[in-house]
């Protein structure tokens, strides 16, 4: 039997501190917010078309949660197919209209690199939410939440110990602790786990 060890000092002090009931949500954005196509990347809010879903269900989840990021892979960036200031102005838009409904993205964290330079934020490695965890200390990776639609988002969430939620499932193999059609679906599971 291994001996237990003695408790740091600090944690008790340190636990104070944090917020209660402070669970995050870690939002994908193509194939979660919006909608997705393949191999194509969204350089103007235009093209940029909400998921009904989403938007339907949003406002009733967000209040629930004291932070929501979104985390994005976005590597048209990287391939020269559209510049930073244009995926900012996107991403800008797409928070003036979330941020009227209740409940709003506390920062977006994209990587815009192609999958060859190997960065340490390309999904699925973890690179985001650590760059999240040092913006807002007080997340909590076992109260968060990652809800995203590829394989990719499902290992970044699991990596570092968030519950995950695959949506848009068509019925296939997936590692994520909860796979489901869509929103609608989501809401009585976020209502269960953070019950
Ligand atoms: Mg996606
Ligand atoms: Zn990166």
Redesign the pocket.
């Given at each position: 039997m291994r001996e237990k060890t003695s408790t740091a000092c600090t944690n008790e002090f340190l636990s104070n501190q944090q917020p209660r009931n402070q669970w995050s949500l870690f939002l994908d954005r193509d194939g979660v917010i919006s909608e997705s196509i393949a191999g194509v990347y969204v350089k103007d809010f235009k093209d940029f078309k909400f998921k009904k879903d989403f938007l339907d269900i949003f406002p009733k989840i967000a209040p629930l949660f004291g932070y929501i990021f979104v985390v994005t892979n976005q590597s048209g960036v990287g391939k020269g197919l559209m510049t930073l200031q244009e995926l900012e102005t996107v991403h800008n838009k797409m928070v003036n209209k979330i941020n009227v409904l209740p409940g709003k993205i506390d920062k977006i964290y994209s990587?815009?690199?192609l999958k060859d330079e190997n960065?340490l934020?390309?999904k699925p490695r973890p690179?985001m939410a650590y760059m999240a965890k040092n913006d807002f200390p007080h997340i909590d990776f076992e109260k968060a939440i990652l809800i995203g639609d590829s394989d990719g988002d499902i290992g970044f969430g699991k990596s570092v110990g968030m519950k995950t939620i695959l949506v848009n499932n068509d019925n296939r193999h997936t590692d994520a602790d909860y796979s489901v059609k869509d929103f609608y679906e989501i809401e009585k599971i976020i209502k269960r786990l953070l019950k």
């Amino acid at each position: 039997m291994r001996e237990k060890t003695s408790t740091a000092c600090t944690n008790e002090f340190l636990s104070n501190q944090q917020p209660r009931n402070q669970w995050s949500l870690f939002l994908d954005r193509d194939g979660v917010i919006s909608e997705s196509i393949a191999g194509v990347y969204v350089k103007d809010f235009k093209d940029f078309k909400f998921k009904k879903d989403f938007l339907d269900i949003f406002p009733k989840i967000a209040p629930l949660f004291g932070y929501i990021f979104v985390v994005t892979n976005q590597s048209g960036v990287g391939k020269g197919l559209m510049t930073l200031q244009e995926l900012e102005t996107v991403h800008n838009k797409m928070v003036n209209k979330i941020n009227v409904l209740p409940g709003k993205i506390d920062k977006i964290y994209s990587c815009i690199h192609l999958k060859d330079e190997n960065c340490l934020c390309r999904k699925p490695r973890p690179g985001m939410a650590y760059m999240a965890k040092n913006d807002f200390p007080h997340i909590d990776f076992e109260k968060a939440i990652l809800i995203g639609d590829s394989d990719g988002d499902i290992g970044f969430g699991k990596s570092v110990g968030m519950k995950t939620i695959l949506v848009n499932n068509d019925n296939r193999h997936t590692d994520a602790d909860y796979s489901v059609k869509d929103f609608y679906e989501i809401e009585k599971i976020i209502k269960r786990l953070l019950k």
